[in-house]
C-alpha cells in the first residue's frame, strides 16, 4: 500500500519564502509530483522528481530523497496568489501503468 | 483549446436518481483516469483505461461504471445515486508511463451534489 503525509495548512507572508514536507512509503516508486490546487478549480502541474535532488523551476523547487522517503516544495518570494492548496502524489506501479496517489494536501495562506 | 474536458461542471440531483458524467481529452493521450475528491479535498483514483481497457478498479461500489468508447473519451455512469456521493469528480488524462514523468492533466471538476 501507500501513505503520504504532509501537514494540513500553513500560513506565510508575501514575499517570504515556505517549504510544504511531504513523506511517503510506498510499495512502489516511480516519481514524486507536487500539484496546486486553487479553491474551486482542478489540481495543475508543479513538479516531477524521480532522482534525488533539487529541481528549480522560477520560484518553486522540489527536493527529493528516496532513501528517506521525503520531499519538500519550497516556493520563493510569495505572492498572494500562490494561496493554494499543494498537492504531494506518489506514482506507484500497478500492472505496469503508472498510478498517482495523492496525499491530502497542504493548504497554504499568503498574508500581506 | 481545452485540453481535458468534462460535463456537466455542477450537477445536482435526488438520491436514488442515476447520472453521467462525459470526459473528453484532445491531448492524443491513451490512458485516462477517473479521481474523487470529497469534502476534505482528499483525490483518490477511482478507474483507470489505456486505449479503452480498464487497467485500475480501485475499490468503488458497483453502482460507479466507467465507459471507454475511444481512448479520447471517458464516461462515468453512476446508478442509484446516495448522499455519500456528493463529491468532485476529476476526469484526466496522460501517456502510458512506466517510470517516465508522464504528467497527467486533469479538468476542471465536475460538482455533484446528492440532496
Known amino acids: 500500500g501507500q501513505n503520504i503525509d504532509q501537514p494540513t495548512e500553513m500560513t506565510a507572508t508575501e514575499g517570504a519564502i515556505v517549504q510544504i514536507n511531504c513523506t511517503y512509503q510506498?510499495?512502489?516508486?516511480?516519481?514524486l509530483f507536487w500539484y496546486q490546487q486553487h479553491a474551486g478549480e482542478a489540481p495543475t502541474f508543479l513538479s516531477y522528481n524521480v532522482l534525488d535532488g533539487l529541481e528549480e523551476k522560477g520560484r518553486f523547487s522540489s527536493f527529493l530523497s528516496r532513501s528517506k522517503g521525503y520531499s519538500y516544495l519550497l516556493l520563493k518570494e510569495l505572492q498572494m496568489k500562490d494561496s493554494a492548496s499543494y498537492l504531494c502524489a506518489v506514482k506507484g506501479v500497478n500492472t505496469g501503468f503508472q498510478k498517482l496517489v495523492f496525499g491530502t494536501g497542504t493548504r497554504l495562506l499568503v498574508s500581506p | 483549446d481545452t485540453a481535458v474536458s468534462q460535463t456537466p461542471k455542477y450537477l445536482v440531483t435526488q438520491m436514488g436518481n442515476d447520472k453521467s458524467i462525459k470526459c473528453e481529452q484532445n491531448l492524443g493521450h491513451d490512458t485516462m483516469y477517473w479521481y474523487k475528491q470529497d469534502s476534505k479535498k482528499f483525490l483518490k483514483i477511482m478507474f483507470s483505461y489505456n486505449n479503452k481497457e480498464l487497467i485500475i478498479n480501485e475499490t468503488v461500489p458497483n453502482r460507479f461504471s466507467p465507459k471507454s468508447p475511444d481512448k479520447a473519451h471517458l464516461n462515468l455512469h453512476i446508478n442509484s445515486l446516495e448522499l455519500g456521493d456528493s463529491a468532485v469528480y476529476f476526469c484526466?488524462?496522460?501517456?502510458?508511463?512506466?517510470?517516465?514523468?508522464?504528467?497527467?492533466?486533469f479538468g476542471e471538476g465536475s460538482w455533484l451534489t446528492v440532496v
Open positions: 484526466a488524462s496522460s501517456h502510458r508511463s512506466q517510470g517516465t514523468g508522464n504528467t497527467i492533466y
Open positions: 510506498t510499495s512502489g516508486f516511480n516519481g
